[in-house]
C-alpha cells in the first residue's frame, strides 16, 4: 500500500492550498485517515483525522476553523482544505491510513508534501 500526498507549495500568509493524497489501494476506504505535519527542529504533530466515510472528523486546536479535511473513497483521495495559512503553518505535511488513531503510528504513511507560508 503507498499513499502519495502533493499539493505543497510556497504561499503569503493568509492565503490558501488544498493537499492531496492519493491511495494505491481501495482497501484503504475502510481505514481512518489523517495528516500530520513536522516543522523544522520539531516534533510531527497531528494536525487532523477523519473516519472511513468522512462521516467523523476532528482537528488539532492550532488549525480548527481553517483547514477542512475531506475523503473522496471513490477516488481512493484524501484532501485537506488550508485556509487562512500562517507562518507557524510552515512544515512538511504527511497523509496517514490506519486502523485507528491510535495505532495509526504503526499504519501507511506517505512521503510528505512541503508547505511554506511566507509572512
Known amino acids: 500500500v503507498q499513499l502519495q500526498a502533493y499539493g505543497g507549495g510556497l504561499v503569503q500568509a493568509g492565503g490558501s492550498l488544498r493537499l492531496s493524497c492519493a491511495a494505491s489501494?481501495?482497501?484503504?476506504?475502510?481505514?481512518?485517515m489523517a495528516w500530520f505535519r513536522q516543522a523544522p527542529g520539531k516534533e510531527r504533530e497531528f494536525v487532523a483525522w477523519?473516519?472511513?466515510?468522512?462521516?467523523?472528523?476532528s482537528y488539532a486546536d492550532s488549525v480548527k476553523g481553517r483547514f477542512t479535511i475531506s475523503r473522496d473513497n471513490a477516488k481512493n483521495t484524501l484532501y485537506l482544505e488550508m485556509n487562512s495559512l500562517r507562518p507557524e503553518d510552515t512544515a512538511v505535511y504527511y497523509c496517514?491510513?490506519?486502523?485507528?488513531?491510535?495505532?495509526?503510528?504503526?499504519?501507511?504513511w506517505g512521503q510528505g508534501t512541503q508547505v511554506t507560508v511566507s509572512s
Open positions: 489501494e481501495r482497501a484503504l476506504s475502510t481505514y481512518i
Open positions: 477523519i473516519n472511513w466515510s468522512g462521516g467523523v472528523t
Open positions: 496517514a491510513a490506519g486502523a485507528s488513531i491510535y495505532t495509526i503510528s504503526s499504519g501507511f
